[in-house]
């Protein structure tokens, strides 16, 4: 069994804000995060051990951004994003 047998996936794009660790200047940047919602119904071809994991499992989100481009055009530098959660359960 796979992911894809037990979520909806959509992708969603979120506002925060961060600050350039060059220039330290704070901007709102958008992040794409990859949404896993659990299907209503179990698929039909799930073995007990399948059904259990499809009973215990939760929606969740994936940080698909990794790096951001600072918007200062003096700057312009690619950094991290730093201390942000790359899974989050809904």
Known sequence: MQERD???EKQETKSAS??????????EYD??????RK????????????RARF???????????DQLMCKNMRCRKRFEIPSAQ???FI
């Open 55 to 65: 009973d215990k499992s939760r929606d969740y989100m994936v940080r698909i951004d």
């Open 18 to 27: 961060f600050a350039c660790p060059f220039c330290r200047e704070r901007n």
């Open 6 to 8: 037990i979520f909806d």
């Open 31 to 36: 992040i794409r995060w990859m949404t896993r």
């Open 39 to 50: 299907k209503k119904n179990a698929p039909r071809h799930l073995n007990q051990q399948d």
């Open 86 to 88: 790359s899974v989050v």
